[in-house]
């Protein structure tokens, strides 16, 4: 299903693209794949990306992706998560982390043998081109060097930042995260922390902090605040 959405979206059908991108986080969900859900969450960020709607949520779920793929310890696949959020970063002002994140992907690559496909390489090569404009040659590679010489776990863990301020608000139901979101969903069906995790395929403690994340926002103390809360919205 995520391959089958990144067909449809490179010949223009967006809407089926989105459909199958959702129905693969679904299947792969339910059948405890968790590879194929961050497939399927990077192929719905990049429908998102190319219908030029909410790019807010796109890099959210490019991000989680990338938790999932580093919680998995699937190394060789975060180069892509890297590749995605670069431009999400270059988008946010953010050149040189953008290039720092390319050159972290780059040196993944060459160690691992996992080229990019070919058909996304002249995109790739614009951004680089474009980003060694804005930035300057000097300053260029000097955050080329950077990225190369980053480990995989830092360079994913700077790929992980948020993009700045602006672009969500810091409280409020409109500042949840779609990981987030996910897990108040769940606990509005009752599950437990070791439930969702399961359900999810996150550990305890990353369950743990959605939940300190999403009280702190939302402004309740606990599991039967929020769904009160969740049930009132709907």
Known sequence: LPALSSALRRVGRLDEARERAEQGVGA??????????????????????????????????HREAL????????????????DALAVHAARADRGADAVRLLAA?????????????????????????????ALGDEAH????????????EDAATLAARPLGPGRRP?????????AEEQVVALVVQGLTNPQIAERLYVSRATVKTHLSHIY???????????????????
């Open 141 to 152: 590679t000097a955050a080329e060097a950077e990225g190369a010489a980053q480990s995989l």
């Open 67 to 82: 938790a999932i793929r580093v919680e998995l310890g699937l190394w060789t696949f975060v180069a892509d998560s890297l």
């Open 216 to 234: 702190a926002k939302l402004g309740v103390a606990n599991r039967t605040e929020l769904a009160a809360s969740a049930r009132r919205r709907t």
């Open 170 to 178: 810091p409280t409020g139901w409109a500042s949840l995260t779609p």
């Open 28 to 61: 792969a969900r339910r059948l405890g794949l968790h590879h194929v859900v961050a497939e399927a969450l990077e192929a719905l960020a990049h429908v998102l990306e190319a219908a030029g709607e909410d790019t807010a949520r796109a890099a959210d779920l």
């Open 105 to 133: 992907s780059d040196a993944a690559r060459g160690r691992s043998g996992y080229a990019r496909l070919a058909i996304d390489r002249s995109a790739h090569d614009d951004l680089v081109a474009g980003l060694r404009d």
